[in-house]
């Protein structure tokens, strides 16, 4: 038995920050075993409860307590097939879901103390096992889907359909997977690898990419249908920036969050940025700036609050990010915004007249939310928004265009990664029901 003293080697740093031991244990038949202390004092915590409530507040309903009696008898691979086949996303949800909210909220164990750190064990199993997964594929059926997008949905629906036997090919306007895990999350939340083993993963099942191209161009959905495909799905993800709707917003001080996360070393904020917003992405921009060199970083919320996880904010306050609450910009200005108190009643935030005040700044990130872009809908007759401008959907996930299908954040707005699997894997089984239906009419 030989005992290493390490950091898990591609844990990103500021998750599962402790140091563990690995036991390379040769002897043993099936596995490598490689516990943390750190994940074994947890899972020894858990209760094994029999109603687990874990499990009711996990989006996605993982089966936590098997996850967790498996990985106490050493049998992570048999756990990762397990979170795996529940939620393709496992290793990626262990990382960026709001935890405090979902899982880790509901543990009983948190009801006197400290919960269950789920999420430290899931990663584990997760991230160690990924490669070594077993995806058991049904043989070809024939039948061709195109997937337009490569984020959570669309490798979610490719992941499933391709096991059932469905020849996918994925459409990606840019050159890696991961849509906005990789240009909306940043690599210290996220790292980049994980993706990119999703990619090589999805490759040797056979499914195939085309990546730097549009539908919506000189390809349109009817020349899909044209050449075969059975189905479509988009999962184009919500990539249009909403904007504040005040004066400045043109100026060149000015940046919105997700232009910023797409690629933050193309952008200099100078020393000091004021960022509005108060969501994941706020954070998300706060935390990513302070990494790049900016020296004072404040977030200006409407409300007393900010609709961040807990865990994203105690992180920023932790990275030396300001709040300042109640509190909006009416316009900017070359030299910063105009910042003016806010007050809540009822729900509605009004801003108080006569406070505006000039904050002098070098940059200015909005960060209020993105709604999906319009290329597809402008350029596929028939595709059509709801008066959220979001794709309007059916109730099985059809759009307005019978075959192609839809879900993920170009359906329901910006929303997390697990939400985007959750509703997709539904979708997975009403796209497959269409084309075996398809097969009754002849
Ligand atoms: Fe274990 Fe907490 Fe889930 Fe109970 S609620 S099974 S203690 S993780």
Redesign the pocket.
């Known amino acids: 038995m030989s005992i290493l003293v390490s950091r898990p080697s591609k844990m990103p740093v500021d998750r599962n920050p402790t140091i563990s031991i690995n036991y390379n244990v040769t002897s043993f038949e099936n596995e490598v075993l490689c516990m943390s202390i750190h994940e074994l004092e947890e899972a020894n915590?858990?209760?094994?409860?029999k109603k687990?409530?874990?499990?009711e507040g996990c989006p996605i309903h993982t089966n936590?307590?098997e996850m967790?009696r498996l990985f106490k008898e050493n049998d992570l691979l048999t756990a990762a097939q397990m979170l795996f086949d529940n939620n393709p996303l496992s290793v990626v949800c262990s990382l960026v879901c709001n935890h405090a909210a979902q899982c880790e909220g509901?543990?009983?164990?948190g009801i006197k103390g400290a919960?269950?750190h789920?999420s430290a064990i899931e990663n584990y199993i997760s991230d160690s096992c990924f490669d070594r997964l077993k995806i058991q594929q049904a043989p070809s059926n024939g039948k061709k889907v195109a997937i337009i997008g490569a984020g959570p949905a669309g490798i979610t629906i490719a992941i499933i359909l391709a096991k059932r036997g469905y020849q996918i090919t994925v459409f990606e306007s840019r050159d890696k997977i991961g849509g906005i895990m990789r240009y909306g999350i940043p690599d210290f939340r996220l790292p980049r690898y994980i993706l990119d083993r999703f990619e090589e993963r999805m490759k040797a099942m056979g499914i195939k990419f085309r990546f730097n191209f549009t539908i919506g161009g000189n390809i349109t959905l009817k020349d899909l249908f044209a050449d075969g495909y059975q189905s479509v799905f988009i999962g184009t993800g919500a990539w249009r920036p909403k904007r504040m709707r005040i004066p400045g917003e043109t100026f060149g001080n000015v940046h919105y969050a997700i232009s910023y996360l797409n690629n933050p070393d193309a952008v200099d904020l100078g020393q000091s940025v004021a960022i509005f917003g108060s969501g994941n992405s706020a954070m998300d921009v706060a935390r990513t700036a302070v990494r790049h060199g900016c020296k004072s970083v404040t977030v200006y919320v409407r409300r007393d609050h900010v609709s961040a996880s807990q865990d994203e904010y105690e992180y920023s306050l932790l990275d030396g990010v300001k709040y300042e609450f109640n509190k909006t910009a009416v316009a900017i200005k070359d030299e910063g915004p105009m910042v003016a108190d806010t007050k809540v009643e009822d729900g509605h935030v009004t801003v108080l007249e006569d406070t505006a005040r000039l904050v002098p700044v070098d940059s200015v990130v909005i960060a209020v939310s993105q709604v999906p872009k319009r290329r597809l809908v402008e350029h596929n007759q028939g595709l059509e928004l709801n008066d959220r401008g979001n794709l309007k959907i059916l109730e099985y996930g059809e759009t307005s265009l019978p075959g192609v299908f839809a879900s993920g954040d170009v359906v329901t707005g910006a929303k997390t990664v697990v939400h985007a699997v959750e509703y997709s894997k539904k979708i997975a089984d009403e796209m497959d029901l269409y084309m075996k239906n398809l097969d009754k009419k002849g």
């Open positions: 915590r858990c209760l094994q409860c687990p409530l874990c499990r936590i307590p967790i509901h543990c009983v164990r919960p269950v789920i």
